[in-house]
């Protein structure tokens, strides 16, 4: 018989091994609907490479990139700016090099998942939407080294303009 103990541990187990794995299929199908848009983009007087990111230090790096030159898939690496304003400046720059639209694929750690505190301690954001799904949406998770600067300057964000704004709609 099963403990009740053990409950709890093999679910929890169950549900982050179907996390890696949704993720794992998403991964394959991001990248191959991006390797397409190469291809297709080679019979086109501009043809575009593919950059994949994988941190924010790579999207730094490519930062050089000419605007609107390549495809580029953000592999989990959103999640991982340091700060909110980090956090946009990435996004902008990734929206930058690629044209926005069908040239920039966006792969996020789910938001219901708990791999977050096993995959990376730095993990400092919760993407909740990008494009084409809606607008880039995000909320902070975990311990932000600006959380007490952001609360100084009444900064805010995104989610939590969002919620202000759904909260002042509301009639009383």
């Not at 794992?24 to 991006?34: G, K």
């Not at 994949?52 to 495809?71: F, G």
């Not at 938001?111 to 607008?135: E, M, N, V």
């Not at 909320?139 to 080294?145: A, D, I, L, N």
């Amino acid at each position: 018989m099963i403990s009740k103990f053990l409950i709890s541990p093999l679910l929890s187990a169950a549900v982050e091994g179907y996390a890696a794995l949704d993720r794992a299929t998403e991964r394959r199908r991001i990248l191959q609907a991006a390797q397409a848009r190469v291809v297709a983009s080679e019979k086109t007087p501009n043809p575009r490479s593919l950059i994949i990111v994988k941190s924010p230090d790579e999207m730094r790096r490519i930062a050089l990139q000419q605007t609107n030159s390549a495809v580029v898939v953000v592999d989990c690496a959103l999640e991982r700016c340091g700060t909110e304003r980090n956090l946009i400046d990435c996004w902008q720059e990734m929206q930058r090099i690629s044209g926005g639209g069908s040239n920039l694929f966006v792969l996020t750690i789910q938001k219901w998942s708990t791999t977050r505190l096993l995959l990376d301690p730095r993990i400092r954001w919760i993407i909740l939407q990008t494009p084409p799904k809606g607008p880039f949406d995000y909320r902070p998770y975990g311990k932000r080294s600006t959380l007490l600067a952001d609360t100084r300057k009444n900064t805010r964000t995104a989610h939590q303009r969002s919620r202000s704004r759904s909260a002042e709609r509301v009639p009383s």
